[in-house]
């Protein structure tokens, strides 16, 4: 069993910064890369950030610059460090790890308004 949990998400006004995390738990082994997705009401599930075991890092257009992951490889967690958050990131945030099959969290809520 693998589990992974996130945590960081809240409400934040435009403008502010919010910090999510994911640990990854259980039977893990030879990672090929850990990252998040987002999908907000009505929309599909988009990728936004993702970083390979080898510490390749590809972002969606969206948040390019204001967004950055990181990854702490003996510990199994991945970070997302987002700045400058706009309203039309609010969404739910879910966290992925492929290590053959692609594992989900259970998402956690971002909310950006004023």
């Known amino acids: 069993q693998v589990q992974l949990v996130e945590s960081g998400g809240g409400l934040v006004q435009p403008g502010g910064s919010l910090r999510l995390s994911c640990a990854a738990s259980?039977?893990?082994?030879?990672?090929?890369?850990m990252g998040w997705y987002r999908q907000a009401p009505g929309k599909v599930r988009e990728l936004v950030a993702f970083?390979?075991?080898?510490?390749?890092?590809n972002y969606a257009d969206s948040v390019k610059g204001r967004f950055t992951i990181s990854r702490v490889n003996g510990k199994n967690t991945v970070y997302l460090q987002m700045n400058s958050l706009k309203p039309e990131d609010t969404a739910v945030y879910y966290c992925?790890?492929?290590?053959?099959?692609?594992?989900w969290g259970q998402g956690t809520q971002v909310t950006v308004s004023s």
């Open positions: 992925t790890m492929k290590m053959g099959l692609d594992y």
């Open positions: 259980g039977r893990i082994f030879s990672i090929n890369g």
């Open positions: 970083i390979t075991s080898g510490g390749s890092r």
